[in-house]
C-alpha cells in the first residue's frame, strides 16, 4: 500500500472489515454442501462489497478500530488506497475534528441496506507514514484555518527532558487558552505585585488599627515573586526589586501609567516595560492566585493549637539505664 497520499479523502469506521461470521445462536440447515459453500462466499463478499462502496464514494484511506482481514488488503493494493486498523477510538473522534467526516458505527441506513454518503467523508491535503523515534506515524497535514485542533509532536534525549517539554507546552497553551477566554491581561514580570506592594504600604498607614500590621505585611509578602524570578534566573534580586518599587512609586505619585507597566527583563538583568514587549499574563490567573495564596493563608492562621509528637527513645539505650541502675 501507498506510504503518501495526496488530497486524500479518509473514512473513519469503527468495526472491521474481514470476514463477516454469523452470530453463535443462529443455526442454519443445510443439506446439500453446494449451498453451504455459497454462504461462506457470501461472508467473503461482504466485506468486499463495503471496501469497493467506500471506494466508489472516492475514499482513499480508511481507518478502522477493528481489523482488516488479508484478503482484503488485496483491494487496498489494487486501488492504491491506505487502510490502517486497530486504530483508538478516541484518535479517531480527534482525527474527525481535524479532517471532518463521522465516525461510523455501521453502515446500515434505515431501510436495513447498506449505503454511504459523501458528507461522512475527511479531507485532508497530505497524509504520509513517517518512523519517528523507532516508530511508526501516520501524519495528517491540511491548509485549512477552521480546524478545531492540531498535533505537537514533542523529541528529545530522554524520557525526562520530553516530560519537562510537554510540562511547559501544556502550560503555555492552557495560558493561551486562558487568555483568550478572559480576553484582559496585565503586565507580567513581577509588575503587578509591586505596584500592589507600594500600593498597600500607602494604604496600611492610613488604618489606625491593629490591621495595619496585617496589611503591611501582605504588601511585603506580595514582594515574593519578583525576589524569586530574579532568584531564578541569578539575578541581583535586591537591586532589581528595588529599582522596580522606586518606577511603582514614582508612576503612582506623579500618576504616570507608563511606569505602571514596568516589569523585569531577567534576560538582560534591568528593568522592561511589560506590554511593549509582549510579557503579559491573563487577568483571571492572576485574580485567583491572589485569591487562593490569601485564603491559604487564613486557613493556616485559624489553626489556634498544635499536637506535638516526641520521637520515641531507643529501647536498648533504656535497657542500658536499667541495668546500670
Known amino acids: 500500500m501507498p506510504k503518501f497520499i495526496k488530497k486524500a479523502k479518509i473514512a473513519l469506521l469503527d468495526f472491521s472489515l474481514k470476514k463477516q461470521k454469523m452470530g453463535l445462536s443462529v443455526h442454519v440447515q443445510v443439506e446439500d454442501p453446494d449451498e453451504l459453500e455459497q454462504i461462506r462466499r457470501r461472508e467473503m463478499d461482504i466485506p468486499k462489497e463495503r471496501i469497493e462502496m467506500l471506494f466508489k464514494a472516492g475514499v482513499n484511506i480508511i481507518l478502522t478500530t477493528g481489523?482488516?482481514?488479508?484478503?482484503?488488503?488485496?483491494?487496498?493494493?489494487?486501488?492504491?488506497?491506505?487502510?490502517?486498523?486497530?486504530?483508538?477510538?478516541?484518535?479517531?473522534?480527534?482525527?474527525?475534528?481535524?479532517?471532518?467526516?463521522?465516525?461510523?458505527?455501521?453502515?446500515?441506513?434505515?431501510?436495513?441496506?447498506?449505503?454511504?454518503?459523501?458528507?461522512?467523508?475527511?479531507?485532508?491535503?497530505?497524509?504520509?507514514?513517517?518512523?519517528?523515534?523507532?516508530?511508526?506515524?501516520?501524519?495528517?497535514?491540511?491548509?485549512?484555518?477552521?480546524?478545531?485542533?492540531?498535533?505537537?509532536?514533542?523529541?528529545?534525549?530522554?524520557?525526562?527532558?520530553?516530560?519537562?517539554?510537554?510540562?511547559?507546552?501544556?502550560?503555555?497553551?492552557?495560558?493561551?487558552?486562558?487568555?483568550?477566554?478572559?480576553?484582559?491581561?496585565?503586565?507580567?514580570?513581577?509588575?503587578?505585585?509591586?505596584?500592589?506592594?507600594?500600593?498597600?504600604?500607602?494604604?496600611?498607614?492610613?488604618?489606625?488599627?491593629?490591621?495595619?500590621?496585617?496589611?503591611?505585611?501582605f504588601a511585603k509578602s506580595l514582594l515574593v515573586i519578583p525576589k524569586t524570578l530574579a532568584v531564578n534566573s541569578a539575578c541581583d534580586s535586591i537591586e532589581l526589586v528595588s529599582k522596580l518599587r522606586a518606577c511603582h512609586n514614582t508612576g503612582q505619585v506623579k500618576k504616570k501609567p507608563k511606569l505602571l507597566q514596568i516589569g523585569l527583563d531577567l534576560e538582560n538583568n534591568k528593568l522592561l516595560n511589560s506590554i511593549k514587549n509582549g510579557i503579559v499574563e491573563p487577568l483571571v490567573l492572576k485574580i485567583k492566585m491572589l485569591k487562593f495564596a490569601t485564603e491559604a493563608a487564613i486557613t493556616v492562621l485559624r489553626i489556634d493549637e498544635f499536637i506535638e509528637l516526641y520521637p520515641e527513645e531507643n529501647k536498648g539505650n533504656e535497657k542500658n539505664d536499667e541495668e546500670n541502675n
Open 67 to 217: 481489523s482488516i482481514s488479508n484478503d482484503c488488503l488485496k483491494y487496498f493494493e489494487r486501488a492504491g488506497a491506505m487502510g490502517v486498523r486497530h486504530c483508538n477510538r478516541s484518535d479517531l473522534v480527534q482525527l474527525s475534528k481535524s479532517v471532518g467526516g463521522k465516525v461510523l458505527l455501521s453502515l446500515v441506513d434505515l431501510n436495513g441496506n447498506e449505503s454511504f454518503e459523501s458528507s461522512w467523508i475527511g479531507y485532508s491535503d497530505e497524509v504520509k507514514q513517517e518512523s519517528v523515534c523507532n516508530s511508526e506515524l501516520l501524519i495528517f497535514k491540511s491548509r485549512k484555518k477552521n480546524i478545531q485542533n492540531r498535533s505537537i509532536i514533542l523529541r528529545g534525549p530522554n524520557r525526562f527532558m520530553l516530560d519537562e517539554v510537554h510540562r511547559s507546552v501544556n502550560d503555555a497553551i492552557s495560558i493561551v487558552s486562558k487568555t483568550l477566554e478572559s480576553s484582559k491581561v496585565v503586565p507580567g514580570g513581577g509588575a503587578i505585585e509591586a505596584g500592589l506592594s507600594i500600593y498597600l504600604e500607602k494604604f496600611s498607614r492610613t488604618v489606625g488599627s491593629i490591621e495595619q500590621v496585617a496589611i503591611s505585611q
